[in-house]
């Protein structure tokens, strides 16, 4: 059975930093392009970050420069390191996997597979 497990959320401090894991069983994460999203309640779930099966990264303009995605093959996990978090990274953060082509990565609907999530508060 195909899972996606998100963990490393939590409280942290104005300009603290979380890693969030996203740990793969039942497929080979590698072989998919990896997304991270974030929602709010009463607004749409938005991506944050994905990585593709070269492991090209792309990041949303609100987090350039503060958020690092990677992938560790031999783990079978992907990571969203967040350094110099804002309230406004306030979220329920979610990982996906599509093992498909997309025009559009950032449209949640490109997707197939979705963890959980795991929340994320950002607050002094």
């Known amino acids: 059975q195909l899972q996606l497990v998100e963990s490393g959320g939590g409280l942290v401090q104005p300009g603290g930093s979380l890693r969030l894991s996203c740990a793969a069983s039942?497929?080979?994460?590698?072989?998919?392009?990896i997304g991270w999203f974030r929602q709010v309640p009463g607004k749409e779930r938005e991506v944050v970050s994905w990585?593709?099966?070269?492991?090209?990264?792309n990041y949303v303009d609100s987090v350039k420069g503060r958020f690092t995605i990677s992938r560790d093959n031999a783990e079978n996990t992907v990571y969203l390191q967040m350094n110099s978090l804002k309230p406004e990274d306030t979220a329920v953060y979610y990982c996906?996997?599509?093992?498909?082509?997309?025009?559009?990565?950032?449209?949640?609907?490109?997707?197939?597979?979705w963890g959980q999530g795991t929340q994320v508060t950002v607050s002094s």
């Open positions: 990585i593709n099966v070269s492991g090209f990264r």
């Open positions: 996906s996997a599509t093992q498909y082509y997309r025009l559009d990565f950032t449209d949640p609907r490109g997707y197939e597979h």
């Open positions: 039942g497929f080979t994460l590698g072989n998919y392009v």
